[in-house]
């Protein structure tokens, strides 16, 4: 019963955003608030009942109902509840679900927050952000609906493949889907300028909120990805460039070029067309890589779906979707207003720069992602384009992005003196400098790359604070004058110097790590030992575990630091899952300081002597968990600029009458 | 199933509601004003603000607030007309209101499945426990029995039943599992033990692996006659190669076991068998895999010795598949090959020539 009104509310959720799309259609032709009212109605109510939907699909999942189909192929008796929750979204028709409410829930906050917006825009948006909706909608109830029901259900169900039976990968979806779909909202805004004819200031600050919150959404879920892939595939490493990972980076890199022109377009109102362009772009790489990973044309852990019916599908949606936009696009942009200019040296330059380099970079994954596919379906020979490929072009094009960066914030708007900007770097290029000399001085082996690469999060990280250090006058202005400039600082500010601090902490631990990182591999008997970076991992004992729904050999491994201490029991798993007969590794992970001792049991063979032994797997991996902790900084940046008031204002207060005084009410209590 | 039509109404009724108490605030509330221009006003404010604050300099306030006063100048000359209500009429409304749900309805009714109760596993459970037991298939009693055992953690009884239906119902890993509770709580009983190596074996497809033998052991320790413990360990034996150890241990068993005994037949006839010889390789057992299959999978061992060579058995293996699959030529190239990179180790090549000399499938 629970489960039939969770099908119902499904359909009901779709007829409402049909609803939702031509009351807001007509409410945009004749001008009628009533109308328009209906089609935000509809979409707050189809959120909700997507929300029930949704609801009843997790109970069938904890009841481990096998009579739908979905349950039944997902998940098992004996699955611990956090699991069976979690297999909601595991499996390719409950992510689908996931991906319409996300979608639906954007929608309701578009229809009930969006007061400042005009009401042509936002009807525009409301009836956009509507049709994504009903196309997701319909092909999730026609096509891939999680409700269907078994006649004759299974004893038991086949289970989630272990290797998504774990904590971050419960958490990933659900912040990846948030980011993948938030940009929707971004590219129905997009549609509604375009209809409108309008890309002003008020727009791009409509825009912002938006992208910054599925942004920082996105980069939780890689990272959340990333760590994932680092302690629970057992290879050492946390990025492989893998078609998957390109997927969700390259929306990433979108809405990361749209956050940065945005602002020239809500400052200057500037580039208005460039913004919309890359509102366009950014959902559209969120449902080509919706498309890559449900499609089978991939072959991954997250290829739950090999199915091509489901896969054309998906690419007629990506091409509808987009092809529409992007026409529209071709026939309303050129007659846009220009907006401010700027001189070759400011702020917005800096910015646009940014944006080439970023836009730049999608394209290099786009290719090294795609080249492959194409290469398979004409030639027939399949190649993969890995690591190296990536490290000649986007490492490049990151390195100039990433070298400028500091002296973006630093220039003025409209003209600026790129002298003056650089003289105030003058810290942070003597501190990465030092840092360069100092790495060629002491870390072995020695490394070019090593050294640039740590000059450069120095730089970043120095260069950063820089800007705050200018805007409150350190050490210029006394300290009371410091204080009260500090306390004065917009969030926004903060937020932007979080973040680009934050990607120079990764920068330190991404270079840090895979240039010093050491690997030991060894057959081990009970009571024999490797070593590793000078650490001493000696293996006690393995024994066997019973877990809730796997065996598993656990061993415990001593693991002596170079000065000979202990450093810290480890108990490393491999795990052997009876429902589905899988076997995975369980790593143990060992903090020291910013770095992990990460280790692996391997499986258990016959050694000379008759004897049970096991391959042993020790890594250094120096400074890894700042990999995590940069992005996570980041993230927290997007989420400070968000709370930032301006936005706030923008988003979530009654615009005041035209007839009030110029300067807007502010809210009570809080600071300027 | 009234309760799921009560839901559907009261799930209608609150969006039907809801959207009309939207529509009837936005008519109360009258047209809407465009909203822009308070949004440049407070963009005006904030440049004051910031300046009033120093964190921007003289002139720059001075540009920043011309550059947005001409952008509230031509926004208030951009803005269409307002947007006003017009007399929607209150039919229209209601209808569009109620056409969603009676639209969802319809729907669900073609591709839903009206009136099919949730089937909660522990619901399921409940009516199996209530069948009589003769009406269960293995699954399903293996179902049971795991509840049972739940209940009851203390008798061993339940586990080696559970045992027996994971076994039928094909699940070996499971059953071991149950047996290892079995023999956590009854760890003397040398049935337990013979059962648990079956499982083990079982779950290695019939080889007697060092974990199932070690389970045989268990089970002599404890009943020196245990005979299913004997036959398996010395069938272990016998495919190591100590083909004469093995036969005397299944002489002996023979020996011992009663007249009356049905496995004497099946002994005998085994005895028989290893007696007469090196075995034959066994014809394919699963009438499904075909000649392509097998020559593709004897490719692919050929690609794999081709890029690792390392791997004796692999090399004799392969020059027994094409021995069996009547290739003579490539068996020869394949011997020729191993024999060189074996040419040390007698035993290998023993094994090699063996494996040339298997008789060609019809």
């Known amino acids: ?672 | 199933m009234i309760v799921f039509w009560i839901a559907v109404g009261v799930m209608s009724a609150a969006v039907a509601g809801f959207i009309l108490r939207r529509a009837a605030r936005a008519a109360a509330a009258g047209g809407d004003a465009d909203s822009t221009l308070p949004l440049y006003q407070r963009q005006l404010s904030e440049i004051e603000d910031l300046a009033d604050r120093g964190l921007i300099a003289a002139d720059e306030r001075r540009s920043a607030h011309a550059e947005a006063a001409r952008r509230l100048l031509s926004a208030a000359e951009s803005a269409g007309p307002a947007w006003t209500v017009s007399a929607t009429s209150r039919p229209v409304l209601v209808g569009l209101a109620v056409i969603g749900p009676v639209a969802a309805l319809g729907l669900y009714l073609g591709f839903g499945s009206p009136g099919y109760g949730d089937q909660p596993y522990a619901q399921r459970l409940d009516q199996w426990r209530a069948a009589p037991p003769t009406q269960l298939d293995a699954p399903r009693m293996a179902a049971v029995l795991r509840s049972v055992t739940a209940e009851r953690p203390a008798n061993p009884e339940p586990y080696r039943f559970l045992a027996i239906a994971e076994m039928a119902s094909g699940d070996a890993p499971a059953a071991a599992r149950a047996l290892r509770e079995a023999l956590r709580l009854a760890p003397e009983r040398a049935d337990l033990w013979e059962s648990l190596g079956e499982a083990l074996m079982m779950a290695a497809e019939g080889e007697v692996t060092p974990q199932a033998a070690a389970a045989f052991q268990r089970a002599l320790e404890r009943d020196p006659k245990a005979a299913t413990a004997r036959f398996h360990l010395a069938r272990g034996q016998i495919e190591a190669g100590e083909i004469e150890a093995g036969l005397a241990q299944w002489r002996a068993l023979l020996a011992d076991l009663p007249a009356a005994d049905p496995r004497r037949a099946v002994l005998q006839a085994a005895i028989t068998d290893v007696a007469a010889g090196p075995r034959q390789p066994a014809p394919p057992a699963d009438p499904a895999i075909g000649a392509p299959e097998i020559a593709a999978m004897v490719e692919g061992l050929a690609a794999r010795l081709a890029a690792d060579p390392d791997d004796a058995q692999g090399w004799v293996r392969l020059v027994r598949s094409y021995a069996v699959m009547g290739d003579a030529a490539r068996r020869d190239a394949a011997l020729t090959q191993a024999k060189a990179r074996y040419a040390d180790n007698p035993q290998i090549l023993r094994e090699l020539a063996q494996a040339a000399a298997a008789e060609p499938m019809r």
């Open chain 1, 1 to 672: 019963m629970i489960v039939e009104i969770g099908a119902f509310a499904l359909i009901l959720s779709l007829i409402l955003s049909v609803l939702q799309t031509g009351a807001s259609a007509l409410a945009r032709v004749r001008r009628a608030p009533v109308l328009a009212a209906v089609g935000e109605g509809a979409a707050i109510a189809a959120f909700f009942a997507l929300a029930v939907s949704f609801a009843a699909l997790i109970y069938a999942f904890v009841v481990s109902d096998f009579s739908v189909a979905n349950v039944a192929t997902n998940s098992h008796s004996a699955k611990p509840l956090l699991y069976r929750v979690g297999g909601a979204w595991g499996s390719h028709e409950g992510s689908m679900l996931m991906w319409c409410l996300a979608l639906t829930g954007f929608g309701a906050l578009l229809a009930g927050y969006g007061r400042g917006l005009s009401a042509g825009l936002k009807a525009v948006a409301v009836a956009t952000q509507g049709s994504l909706g009903i196309a997701f909608l319909a092909y999730t109830v026609f096509a891939s609906n999680p409700f269907w029901r078994l006649t004759d259900p299974p004893v038991e169900g086949r289970s989630l493949n272990p290797l998504l039976q774990d904590p971050a990968l419960i958490l990933h979806p659900p912040f990846l889907y948030v980011g993948y779909v938030g940009l929707s909202v971004v590219f129905s805004l997009a549609i509604a300028a375009l209809v409108e004819g309008r890309a002003d200031a008020a727009w791009a600050r409509w825009v912002r909120p938006w992208t910054l919150a599925a942004w920082s959404a996105l980069t939780v879920g890689i990272t959340l990805g990333a760590f994932w892939a680092y302690y629970e595939l057992g290879w050492g490493g946390w990025w492989f460039w893998d078609p998957v990972e390109n997927a969700s980076f390259m929306p990433w890199l979108i809405a990361t070029a749209l956050l940065h022109s945005a602002v020239v377009t809500e400052r200057r109102g500037a580039l208005p067309g460039w913004t919309i362009f890359l509102a366009l772009g950014g959902y559209t790489f969120s449902m080509l890589g919706a498309f890559l990973v449900r499609s089978g044309v991939l072959t991954s852990v997250h290829a739950f779906a090999v199915d091509p019916t489901r896969g054309v599908l998906l690419l007629t949606i990506l091409g509808v979707t987009a092809g529409l936009g992007f026409a529209l696009f071709a026939w309303r942009a050129p007659a846009m207003a220009r907006g401010g200019l700027f001189a070759p040296i400011s702020r917005e330059s800096a910015l646009v720069l940014n944006n080439i380099l970023l836009a730049a970079a999608t394209a290099t994954v786009l290719l090294g992602t795609l080249y492959p596919l194409i290469r398979e379906a004409i030639a027939g020979e399949a190649i993969s384009v890995g690591p190296p490929y990536f490290n000649l072009t986007f490492t490049p094009l990151m390195f100039i992005l990433l070298l400028l960066l500091p002296a973006g914030p630093l220039l003025a708007w409209k003209r600026a003196d790129a002298g003056v900007a650089l003289q105030r770097l003058w810290i942070a290029a003597l501190l990465a400098a030092v840092a360069a000399v100092a790495t060629l001085a002491l870390a072995q082996p020695r490394s070019l790359f090593g050294a640039a690469g740590l000059a450069l999060g120095v730089w970043l990280i120095v260069g950063s604070a820089t800007e705050v250090a200018e805007r409150i006058r350190l050490f210029r202005a006394p300290r009371g004058e410091v204080l009260r400039r500090l306390g004065g600082l917009p969030r926004g500010t903060w937020g932007m110097t979080l973040a680009h601090a934050g990607l120079g902490i990764f920068v330190l631990g991404a270079v840090f790590e895979t240039t010093w990182k050491a690997e030991t591999s060894e057959v081990l008997a009970i009571g024999q030992r490797l070593e590793v970076a000078g650490y001493v991992v000696a293996l006690e004992d393995v024994a066997p575990v019973q877990g809730p729904n796997y065996e598993a050999e656990q061993a415990t491994l001593r693991a002596f630091a170079p000065d000979g201490t202990l450093a810290c029991m480890a108990r490393p798993e491999r795990r052997l899952y009876s429902a589905g007969g899988q076997t995975t590794s369980e790593v143990a992970i060992c903090t020291r300081g910013l770095s992990h001792l990460y280790m692996v049991l391997g499986e258990r063979r016959v050694g000379a002597d008759g004897g049970p032994v096991w391959l042993v797997t020790g890594y250094w991996n120096p400074w890894a968990l700042l990999i995590f902790l940069g992005p996570g900084l980041m993230a927290l940046g997007g989420v400070v600029s968000l709370s930032d008031r301006r936005l706030r204002l923008a988003a979530g207060r009654r615009a005041a009458q035209p007839a009030a005084p110029e300067r807007a009410p502010e809210p009570a209590g809080e600071p300027a």
